[in-house]
């Protein structure tokens, strides 16, 4: 059952709740790490050392567009190599994020709300809200009102 009348509230809370976390992750590449150390991960683990901008300004300008809700479903559809990338990176690391260099519990819980979020929609406030065409499907159960 979906509640109309709260949904687009809830889907709003996780669009702007992925974009902080996109911003976040952003600036602690940049400003913890560096981007020079950045690029040294990246080249240590096997990436090519040149993605840390790339990826640095797709978290930050898509964390950006996120929280405003310009177009968000489809800069989560682009983000998701990001967070699939980040689930790769810390798949061997054991399950909970307390583990050695992080486990793979947070990018794999961030990819199912980035999915939750491209299937759900924008939500409340978004500044250009964004469609896909996922088809048409059958009317959904409503909470009665």
Do not use: C
């Not at 687009?8 to 940049?30: D, E, N, S």
């Not at 096997?46 to 929280?67: D, K, S, T």
């Not at 709300?113 to 159960?141: C, Y």
């Amino acid at each position: 059952m979906i509640d109309t009348r709260t949904a687009p509230y809830a889907l709003a809370i996780i669009r702007i709740a992925l974009g902080v976390m996109f911003i976040a992750h952003a600036l602690l590449k940049y400003v913890v790490f560096t981007m020079p150390g950045f690029a040294g991960f990246l080249g240590q683990i096997g990436l090519p050392a040149f993605l840390a901008w790339p990826i640095f300004l797709a978290e930050l300008l898509g964390g950006v567009a996120l929280v405003v809700g310009f177009q968000a479903r489809w800069v989560s559809v682009a983000l998701l190599p990001v967070l699939l990338g980040a689930f790769y990176v810390h798949s061997g690391n054991g399950w909970l994020f307390t583990a050695a260099n992080g486990g793979w519990e947070y990018p794999a819980f961030l990819v199912l709300a980035s999915v939750a979020h491209i299937l759900g929609g924008d939500g409340a406030f978004a500044l250009k809200p964004s469609s896909l065409p996922l088809g048409q499907a059958e009317r959904p159960m409503v909470a009665a009102e």
